[in-house]
């Protein structure tokens, strides 16, 4: 692999790996801002910390999802240092969402909470990995039927520019 698509790769990867951590970040303040913690007197009630615990757990766990299917949503082959990133940050938020649950004393909500994040988790990773997959395109030298003679030059330099544009396709997504 020369240099500069090394390099390139490389400060992709950093890239969303930050977009990332911004995303879990800006979820974990917003959510803060929004539903702040309990505030702890002399003699902190323990109740109302679990339950401060499995709440934002929840919204977490909503948050991460909703970022999560945002990022199926856009095109992938389009823009995928981002998408991976905002992917990243709703991972990165799910996993905030499982440990800030696991510190609840709650048994059965801590329970729902990991769950839930193993349902979307999974069905999120089957979605991208699986399921999203592209087809490569029909040659055009595959439907000489179509009642009009093809030119083969044309034929060759179309499949030429198809393998180019899927090979760029491919690395852009690695």
Do not use: H
């Not at 109302?48 to 095109?75: F, Q």
């Not at 990995?129 to 030119?151: E, H, I, W, Y």
Request: glycine share 6%; aromatic share 8%; net charge neutral.
């Amino acid at each position: 692999m020369p240099q500069r698509n090394l390099s390139q790769t490389v400060l992709q990867i950093v890239f969303s790996f930050f977009l990332g951590l911004v995303v879990v970040a800006f979820v974990g303040i917003a959510l803060n801002t929004f539903y702040p913690e309990p505030s702890s007197r002399i003699e902190p009630d323990q109740a109302v910390w679990d339950t401060w615990r499995i709440v934002t757990g929840t919204w977490l766990l909503i948050c991460a999802t909703v970022v999560m299917i945002a990022s199926m949503l856009i095109r992938t082959e389009a823009i995928p240092v981002i998408t991976n990133g905002i992917l990243l940050g709703g991972l990165f938020t799910m996993i905030y969402a499982v440990t800030m649950s696991l510190s609840a004393a709650n048994a059965w909500p801590r329970l729902a909470v990991v769950a839930g994040a193993l349902v979307v988790t999974v069905g999120v990773a089957y979605w991208k990995f699986a399921v999203r997959k592209t087809q490569p395109p029909t040659p055009l030298a595959a439907s000489p039927d179509a009642g009009m003679p093809v030119d083969p030059g044309l034929t060759a330099r179309v499949d030429t520019l198809e393998q180019k544009l899927e090979g760029l396709r491919r690395a852009l997504n690695d």
